[in-house]
Nanobody
Framework: QVQLVESGGGLVQPGGSLRLSCAAS??????????MDWFRQAPGKEREFVAT????????RYAEFVKGRFTISRDNAKNTVYLQMNSLKPEDTAVYYC?????????WGQGTQVTVSS
């Protein structure tokens, strides 16, 4: 199985920055890792895709609403994915979830709260 440990969430003012981290562990991920993703979910809304990175090619893809503001990256040696969030807006407020894709499955972290407010 895959275990995910997230960190970096918190309260930030509009225009500020946060860096989320998600460390994956487990034999399944180490052997069959395909990619890692970030999703987010605001109260009363559906969970939405934010960004993804291919674990092998490092190719990335972003939701339109974060392009130019968020950057996803990974450190293969540490099995860790990062989400650098700049120019944060109140509408970015949500629980952010790390997800690992390995062996045909998606594994979810517990989520970390990001609140953007003045």
């Amino acid at each position: 199985q895959v275990q995910l440990v997230e960190s970096g969430g918190g309260l930030v003012q509009p225009g500020g920055s946060l860096r989320l981290s998600c460390a994956a562990s487990g034999r399944t991920f180490s052997t069959y890792a395909y990619g890692m993703d970030w999703f987010r979910q605001a109260p009363g809304k559906e969970r939405e895709f934010v960004a993804t990175i291919n674990w092998n090619t490092e190719s990335t893809r972003y939701a339109e609403f974060v392009k130019g503001r968020f950057t996803i990256s990974r450190d293969n040696a540490k099995n860790t994915v990062y989400l650098q969030m700049n120019s944060l807006k109140p509408e970015d407020t949500a629980v952010y979830y790390c997800a690992a894709r390995a062996a045909g499955d998606r594994y979810w972290g517990q989520g970390t709260q990001v609140t953007v407010s003045s």
